[in-house]
Structures are given as structure tokens and as C-alpha cells.
Nanobody, 127 residues
Framework: VQLQASGGGLVQAGGSLKLSCAASGFSFSTYHMAWFRQAPGKEREFVATISLYGGGTYYADSVKGRFTISRHNAKNTMYLQMNSLKPEDTAVYYC?????????????????????WGQGTLVTVSS
């Protein structure tokens, strides 16, 4: 299983970035996926999650209305479109695969419920 996040960079406040997460080594369309982020000196936090075919999406309150999670199962890729970026969005962004345990909530926001993680891509928003 591999998850490769990309698309991070330096952007001014108010700008946009689109992150990608390329998945391989597993049946991508059979797993719920999510984005998390970790700012310097802070714990990793939930950003957004998406259901198997993209019909269900859930967001952290801090990004709702600004970020959009999506997926393209034929390309084994998940995306995070980030608009109206703020300096507080600065973090390393990670994509993650929800574990397959039957007791794990479908739209879980708990990092420990995700079993594979990408290496992260750094997003820096300047003021």
C-alpha cells in the first residue's frame, strides 16, 4: 500500500492550492479516505473525509466552505481543493486510508482509525 501526497507549496493568504493523493497497492474504490494536517508544534488534526464514491463528504469546521475533498476512483486519486487560504492553514497535509475494521465509524475523524498514511506535503500560507 502506498499513498503519495503532492501539490503543496507557498501561497499568499486568499490564494488557492489543489493537493493530490495518488494511491496504489490496494483497491482504492473500496476504502474511505481522508485528509489530515499537522501544524508545527501541534497535533495532527482532521481536515476532511470522503466516502467510497464521493457521495459523502465531511469537513472540519475550520475549513468548511473553503476546502473541497473529491476523488477519482478510475485514477486511484484523491484531491483537496483549498480556496481562501489563511495563514493558520499552514501545515503538512497528509492523506490517509480508513481502516477496514467493522467497528470503525464510516466518517471517522480519529487519526488512529486510519491505517495507511502518505508522506505529507507542506502547505505554507503567507500573510
Amino acid at each position: 500500500v502506498q499513498l503519495q501526497a503532492s501539490g503543496g507549496g507557498l501561497v499568499q493568504a486568499g490564494g488557492s492550492l489543489k493537493l493530490s493523493c495518488a494511491a496504489s497497492g490496494f483497491s482504492f474504490s473500496t476504502y474511505h479516505m481522508a485528509w489530515f494536517r499537522q501544524a508545527p508544534g501541534k497535533e495532527r488534526e482532521f481536515v476532511a473525509t470522503i466516502s467510497l464514491y464521493g457521495g459523502g463528504t465531511y469537513y472540519a469546521d475550520s475549513v468548511k466552505g473553503r476546502f473541497t475533498i473529491s476523488r477519482h476512483n478510475a485514477k486511484n486519486t484523491m484531491y483537496l481543493q483549498m480556496n481562501s487560504l489563511k495563514p493558520e492553514d499552514t501545515a503538512v497535509y497528509y492523506c490517509a486510508r480508513r481502516g477496514s475494521g467493522v467497528s470503525i465509524p464510516i466518517a471517522t475523524r480519529t487519526a488512529s482509525d486510519y491505517d495507511y498514511w502518505g508522506q505529507g506535503t507542506l502547505v505554507t500560507v503567507s500573510s
